[in-house]
């Protein structure tokens, strides 16, 4: 590891575009409920709102990792950005189901994985033509 230059090191680290996009809505998606329980908690704001809101930082995470990955690969941006929004979205509802045991699989929740994933695919779209070229 010697003399090797970031840009090296994190071509490395990161490996495929969808281990990378997955990692990337993880991270954006722990800095955004990070961000909201600060506003929650020193706020005004109904916890009412609380579905909705996670709800939008799942959409923006997955959109966020799904534009970078897309970056990452360089082609084929509907697919990378897709499947690594799919895979985001498939962990957190099988996570929410074991940590909820009555949360089980509805159609509610494949509607939620599959919009996401479309999500996932307009961010790639987006993420593949910002590539470095």
Known sequence: MKNQMWSDLKSDVSGSPLVFGVIVSFVASLLCTLIMAGVYTWSTLS??????????????????????????????????????????SAVLAIVGSLVDFSAAFQAQTVIRIALLALIGMFGGMIGVNLSKR
């Open 47 to 88: 916890e009412t709102t609380l579905p909705y809101t996670a709800y939008t930082i799942n959409a923006i995470s997955a959109l966020i990792g799904a534009i970078l990955a897309a970056r990452q690969a360089g082609v084929k941006g509907w697919y990378f950005g897709g499947l690594s929004a799919l895979l985001f």
